[in-house]
């Protein structure tokens, strides 16, 4: 059964770097892409970034300066890094495998 | 950057009717479009990939069509469990983009 599973903090301050880990199951990551998307509260739907079976990358433009994706095959996890947070980064992150299969979403509030 | 325009925002309709959501793109994307469903506190659920190819285990009432740049979503028979907010992306370049939403409701 294929999982996503994502965590990180859920309070971040402005200026700071967000990290967040997403743990897959019943999947390899060698096999299939992951993407990050990301929704403000009562907004739509951003895609932020790409992790291709490969190995490669692919981010958005309009956040390609602020984010990187990476990941450990080892232990099943692809990562997220975003510096430079501000409050409009606020909202629930999601992981995808070929958005097609979605994690819960985590809820990251940007506030000091 | 590909524009995605999804219409209506909003749609009241009734158990049993025919409705219709609309995604144009600012360009050409080759089919390359899946709709979204999501449920208010969940995460989205892929509905149609590629235009018009239904996901495993999605009821048949959903339907998918287009070409170019504009598509639909069809949902034969309004049920109440349809009651979601629907997104369209389009995967054809990078970055890929969603549509802004259809806040689907029971009248």
């Known amino acids: 059964q294929v999982q996503l599973k994502e965590s990180g903090p859920g309070l971040v301050q402005p200026s700071q770097t967000l990290s967040l880990t997403c743990t897959v199951s019943?999947?390899?990551?060698?096999?299939?892409?992951v993407h990050w998307v990301r929704q403000p509260p009562g907004k739509g739907l951003e895609w932020m970034g790409r992790m291709r079976y490969n190995g490669d990358t692919s981010y958005n433009s309009a956040l390609k300066s602020r984010l990187s994706i990476s990941r450990d095959t080892s232990k099943n996890q692809v990562f997220l890094k975003m510096n430079s947070l501000q409050t409009d980064d606020t909202g629930t992150y999601y992981c995808?495998?070929?958005?097609?299969?979605w994690g819960q979403g985590v809820m990251v509030t940007v506030s000091s | 950057d590909i524009q995605m325009t999804q219409s209506p925002s909003f749609l009241s309709a009734s158990v049993g009717d025919r409705v219709t959501i609309n995604c144009k793109a600012s360009?050409?994307?080759?089919?390359?479009l899946n709709w979204y469903q999501q449920k208010l506190g969940e995460a989205p659920k892929l509905l149609i990939y590629n235009t018009n190819n239904l996901q495993t285990g999605i009821p048949s009432r959903f339907s998918g069509s287009g070409s170019g740049t504009d598509y639909t979503l069809t949902i034969s028979s309004l049920q109440p469990e349809d009651v979601a907010t629907y997104f369209c992306l389009q995967h054809s370049s990078r970055p890929l983009t969603f549509g802004s939403g259809t806040k689907l409701e029971i009248k």
């Open positions: 360009q050409n994307i080759n089919k390359y």
């Open positions: 995808t495998r070929d958005l097609l299969d």
């Open positions: 019943g999947f390899s990551l060698t096999s299939y892409n």
